[in-house]
């Protein structure tokens, strides 16, 4: 009886006097009804500001999020002690004690979709869908607190910072930017959509007006800008970083020589003359469309394939032929490659996977869709043991599949954190009753939607589609697929495409004829190259990729293609 009564005194303390952040915004940047996702943050020490310091290293500070929808000016929006959060769950589990504490919001705009749903997205400003750069987000200057969870004072905090835009980049000789409004996709959300995309202008292209060049398409995230290209030397005067993954002093440095030693390539007599584009697409869920097409995000692979592709290659010379397009890219860009190539066999001849994300559902990292019940645990009756989401190439693990989602879940509902679970159900998912995506699993518990799962596996799941349509589609992908993975991907991508290498070796009538390589306890982002570190080999896609297809190319260019304006 003693015990049940502290018990009951505990529960009380909890909902009669608790902790409560008060959140205004500064009156000059409140000038209507605000909708977004109000994120709280503490962190234990001044090192950066809290935006800055979630993530899902050991060493993530803490982040608690609210819906705030119509927020009217001069009312306050409250974060009580059962916020949801990561890597704590709950704002009341956080332990008394000093806190560097900081609030944001994220800003979300409304679409009115073609379907007829209304659903409320932060759409990108620029900065590849970050909530803790976005511009026009804001936030409140970092200040010391002391928190308990079961005091009854209010902590007042005031959102009076904005975050400014983001400077666009200028046109230069060698690299050039454009943008068009997409009819495909302003049709589906209801309001101008554009895409963009940066492009490398080969050598002599001014003094050969009568050659006609090759698209070579880069997959992969947010590009800021042509990346990998510098046409000076690197700065003399840099100050060494240090990369905490490749534990190299003067990282920095070796990036810039990489891409100096790139320009003197593409500007020498024996480099292939392409164009080379890197695609901007972000989307309202995430920094990259996937370059499909989806219920919830609409037709970005039509629209980059039918529209961006053609109008680029139409200002910039391009052969505008299916034939003369290849792509390639590494994790979220490995996929697209090999994605489009499947869906659009006709309209690219040829794709470099690194990589890629999971090929095969069987395989989503470690969860086996189809046949797991639960994303974050293995089934057993009394041990409870979590999966796997993250390790190192030793083997040693530093984040689980649910801590994961648990951060995403505290930075957006709905499929909202923008990051990467959370696209996958965007692209891969249907289209819910609410207009957003329907969850592959329960985000709190885990547990597995097996209808979601049927609809991913028809519609995303490479492997399963590449073997059910290989009748159709086989000559027109025969000898195009190439996929490379470290076998120990710091994200276990190499599991999906063991299972992947097992089912193409089996394709006939015609034979693959693919090519699936391994990088020896390689980690993320290895792309076939077994001749340097993956910290060098990362940075040399273009220099990897464009000359092996150009030499590919001879053997499935259709007869008279041109093969020779672009070798000058």
Not at 493 to 507: G, I, S, W
Request: net charge negative.
């Amino acid at each position: 009886m003693k015990t049940l009564t502290i018990f009951l005194l505990t529960i009380s303390c909890y909902c009669c006097q608790a902790q409560t952040f008060s959140i205004t915004i500064a009156n000059t940047l409140h000038n209507g009804p605000l909708d977004g996702r109000l994120l709280l943050l503490l962190s234990k020490n001044n090192s950066s500001e809290p935006r800055f310091q979630i993530s899902d290293a050991a060493n993530t500070q803490m982040v608690f999020g609210v819906d705030a929808e119509n927020w009217q000016p001069k009312t306050n929006q409250l974060v009580s002690v059962n916020a949801f959060g990561y890597p704590i769950e709950k704002l009341r589990e956080v332990p008394a004690g000093d806190y560097y504490v900081q609030a944001l919001l994220h800003k979300y705009e409304t679409f009115n979709l073609q379907t007829g749903h209304t659903v409320k997205l932060p759409m990108d400003r620029g900065e590849g869908q970050h909530w803790n750069i976005a511009p026009g987000n804001i936030y409140s200057k970092p200040v010391k607190i002391h928190f308990d969870p079961v005091s009854a004072n209010e902590i007042q905090l005031e959102l009076n910072q904005v975050i400014p835009p983001i400077k666009q980049p200028e046109d230069t000789k060698y690299i050039k930017h454009i943008k068009i409004e997409s009819k495909l996709l302003s049709k589906f959300w209801g309001r101008p959509m554009y895409i963009g995309a940066h492009i490398l202008i080969p050598e002599g292209f001014d003094e050969h007006p009568n050659a006609r060049y090759p698209v070579a398409i880069f997959h992969g995230h947010f590009p800021d800008d042509i990346s990998g290209f510098r046409t000076t030397p690197p700065d003399e005067n840099l100050k060494p970083d240090t990369s905490d993954r490749f534990h190299i002093t003067g990282y920095n440095k070796i990036v810039q020589q990489e891409a100096y030693d790139f320009y003197k390539l593409w500007t020498g007599k024996n480099f292939p003359r392409v164009l080379v584009v890197e695609i901007q697409h972000p989307t309202p869920y995430y920094d990259d469309s996937y370059a499909v097409n989806s219920e919830s995000q609409g037709p970005w692979g039509d629209a980059i394939t039918y529209e961006l592709i053609p109008e680029i290659e139409k200002q910039f010379r391009g052969i505008g032929k299916g034939w003369a397009r290849f792509m390639y890219g590494g994790s979220t860009g490995g996929w697209e490659a090999l994605a489009v190539q499947v869906f659009y066999p006709d309209e690219y001849n040829g794709c470099y996977a690194a990589c890629p994300d999971p090929i095969d559902f069987h395989h989503y990292t470690t969860v086996d869709i189809y046949n797991h019940k639960n994303a974050y645990y293995v089934e057993s009756e009394f041990k409870k043991t979590p999966r796997p989401g993250h390790r190192d190439y030793l083997g040693h693990v530093s984040a689980m599949v649910k801590d994961m989602n648990q951060r995403e879940l505290a930075l957006g509902s709905r499929s909202r954190s923008s990051d990467q679970f959370d696209i996958w159900e965007a692209v891969y998912s249907p289209m819910g009753k609410d207009g957003y995506p329907k969850r592959i699993y329960d985000k709190s518990t885990g547990a597995i939607d097996t209808s979601v799962a049927a609809y991913w596996r028809e519609h995303y799941d490479l492997t399963h589609i590449i073997k059910r349509d290989w009748p159709k589609i086989g000559q027109k992908l025969q000898g195009k697929i190439h996929v490379y993975v470290g076998d120990m991907d710091n994200y276990y991508l190499n599991n999906a495409v063991y299972t992947a290498e097992d089912m193409m070796k089996k394709l006939q009538n015609p034979n693959c004829n693919c090519e699936v390589d391994y990088g020896d306890r390689a980690e993320h982002c290895w792309n076939g190259d077994h001749s340097q570190p993956n910290y060098i080999s990362r940075l040399r896609y273009n220099r990897m990729f464009i000359p092996k297809w150009a030499e590919e190319v001879k053997k499935r260019a259709p007869k008279g293609a041109d093969l020779t304006s672009w070798r000058y």
